[in-house]
């Protein structure tokens, strides 16, 4: 992000995804602190949609900067990844859950 032009629309934008990047880890922390399954699957749900909400400002930043769009590409496909893993998880949880 230090290479990015200093515009408004790189500042707000990336404002935006430093909050909702950091509340895949932070909701992921309350996961596995959670009192039931039902609560894990929940924050799970919370951290797949901030991982959705990372990708979105990564992908406006990335429409307006053609000069950097192969080291935001990188991180579209990363955050892409932990939604993957993310809805595996949740998959998994909820299976369990239904098997109880």
Known sequence: MKKLPKTIQILEDGKQLIRSSGSVG???????ESLSKKDFCYRIK???KEAKESAYWLN???E???????DI???IQEADEIKK????????????????
């Open 73 to 75: 590409s990188i991180l």
């Open 46 to 48: 919370i951290c797949r």
């Open 85 to 100: 893993i993310l809805s595996s998880i949740l998959e998994k949880s909820q299976q369990n859950l239904q098997n109880l």
């Open 64 to 70: 307006c900067n053609p000069d950097f769009q192969n």
């Open 26 to 32: 932070a909701n992921y922390i309350e996961a596995n």
């Open 60 to 62: 406006l930043i990335n």
